[in-house]
């Protein structure tokens, strides 16, 4: 009944007071583009006859242009290079500070961060593995001994390290004396409990933040 209502003939008055014709095409496409133009709001950019062909049409976009010379004149922020560092003294620790008794905290931290680093440090835990991440862990705050060294005077130094650099370690003793040791043709050792590892300098050469991409091998030799 529906279909029928919809199919069926436009009465002849509606016809008359709409002015189309049934079989007159040019004037029905009149009154459906007159009736577009009514139930559009907003006028667009195509006009009505483009809408009616059903055509895709895309939409053009450009990308805004960056301002290349202000990006280019625009300057980095550069940090301090070593001969500003050094006149600066960055890393000078002031007498006042040079307390052994200082340190002990940052040596506890230490040794916890290394004990969630290795998992715990169970007896039964491998000692390679130990050694593989002390080699690549951060060492401030570790209590170092020098074992060997080709400087006799070096040998036997313990203290509290507090400052790494590529070639030196620097530490504190407990008589409240700042040591540099070099890392070259020496040999350090790390307790942490029952554990004991050595550390060969002269494969230490970089600075802490490069050793933690480092792959290094187990053992170690030393011609001194």
């Known amino acids: 009944m529906e279909e029928a209502q919809i199919y069926s003939r436009i009465p002849r ?6 002015g189309v014709e049934p079989h007159n095409s ?3 496409a009149k009154f459906t583009e007159a009736h577009l133009k009514q139930c559009i709001q907003q006028p667009s950019r195509l006009d009505v006859k483009s809408m009616l062909t ?3 049409v895309l939409l053009g976009y450009n990308r805004p242009k960056r301002d290349t010379a202000r990006t ?5 922020a550069k940090g301090l290079n070593a001969r500003q560092k050094r006149m600066m003294k960055v890393y000078h620790i002031k007498p006042q500070h040079q307390r052994y008794e200082l340190f002990l905290p940052l040596h506890q931290l230490w040794r916890q961060y290394v004990v969630d680093l290795c998992g715990g440090l169970k007896p039964t835990v491998n000692p390679q593995f130990v050694q593989q991440k ?5 060492l401030h705050g570790a209590v170092i001994t020098v074992v060997r060294s080709k400087c006799p005077s070096y040998v036997g130094t313990t203290g509290i390290l507090v400052q790494e650099f590529k070639h030196v370690f620097k530490i504190i003793t407990k008589e409240d004396q700042v040591k540099v ?3 070259r043709n020496s040999v350090f050792s ?13 494969k230490m050469e970089f600075r802490a933040s ?9 053992k170690g030799t030393i011609d001194l």
């Open 13 to 18: 008055d509606l016809v008359r007071h709409l």
């Open 26 to 28: 040019s004037k029905a």
């Open 54 to 56: 059903h055509k895709a």
């Open 72 to 76: 280019r004149n625009r300057k980095k």
């Open 134 to 138: 002390l080699l690549k862990a951060d």
């Open 181 to 183: 040791i070099p890392k």
């Open 190 to 202: 790390v307790e942490l409990g029952s554990f004991v590892s050595h550390i060969y300098g002269n």
């Open 210 to 218: 490069e050793r933690s991409a480092k792959k290094f091998k187990v």
